[in-house]
Each structure stands twice: as structure tokens, then as C-alpha cells.
């Protein structure tokens, strides 16, 4: 079993930035592949970001790529996602998740079996 705790949502203006945390416990972090996915109201929860523990390749989506970042830090077995320069559309609650081993299809929200709880993020135009 992979606890995931998210924290750093908020409301904020276009333009501006947030990170994201992703605090994960009951498996050792190294042996775990990690995603940020989102969803909005109406919408189909879609893929964000994914950091895989082998090789430490990073994926994103068009629609943040150049503006988000994610990384791992080993040591607090925490992944983090910076998102830079907001848009209204980027407003969604925002969802860690994991897979303990390998993840062959990191952008694939099926890849993945735990969830947290999601964190909520808001930007005003």
C-alpha cells in the first residue's frame, strides 16, 4: 500500500505560481513511479505531469509543458509540481498518484493504483 498526501493548492491570479507537494509513505519512494493528473468541473481527470524512479525520465503534457515542473525529492519521498506562469484554465483539483515498480505508460491515468486526495487550484483571471 502507497499513502499519498497532496498540500499547496490555493487561489491565485494568472500569471502566478504554486507548488504542489506530494508526501507518499509505505513503500520504499525509490520503487515508486509518480503522476499528477487533474481534473475539472465537467471534465475528464487528464494527465499533468510523471516522474519514473528508473531512468528519472519526466513526461508533461502540451498544455504545461515550459510552464510546470516536477520532481522528486528521494529523501523526503515527496514529489513536487511547480507550476509557473497560471492560466484560468489550468483551475482544477489537482491529484497525485503512484505505482510501486515500473510504469510503461506514465501519461496513462490506468498505469497508475493509488490516489490522493486531490487539492484544489483556482486561478482568477
Known amino acids: 500500500q502507497v499513502q499519498l498526501v497532496e498540500s499547496g493548492g490555493g487561489l491565485v491570479r494568472a500569471g502566478d505560481s504554486l507548488r504542489l507537494s506530494c508526501a507518499a509513505s509505505?513503500?520504499?519512494?525509490?520503487?515508486?513511479?509518480t503522476g499528477w493528473f487533474r481534473q475539472a468541473p465537467g471534465k475528464e481527470r487528464e494527465f499533468v505531469a510523471a516522474?519514473?524512479?528508473?531512468?528519472?525520465?519526466?513526461y508533461y503534457a502540451d498544455s504545461v509543458k515550459g510552464r510546470f515542473t516536477i520532481s522528486r525529492d528521494n529523501a523526503r519521498s515527496t514529489v513536487y509540481l511547480q507550476m509557473n506562469s497560471l492560466k484560468p484554465e489550468d483551475t482544477a483539483v489537482y491529484y497525485c498518484?503512484?505505482?510501486?515498480?515500473?510504469?510503461?505508460?506514465?501519461?496513462?491515468?490506468?498505469?497508475?493504483?493509488?490516489w490522493g486526495q486531490g487539492t484544489q487550484v483556482t486561478v482568477s483571471s
Open positions: 516522474s519514473i524512479q528508473i531512468g528519472g525520465s519526466t
Open positions: 509505505g513503500r520504499a519512494f525509490s520503487s515508486i513511479a
Open positions: 498518484a503512484a505505482v510501486v515498480g515500473y510504469a510503461a505508460y506514465p501519461t496513462n491515468r490506468q498505469t497508475y493504483r493509488y
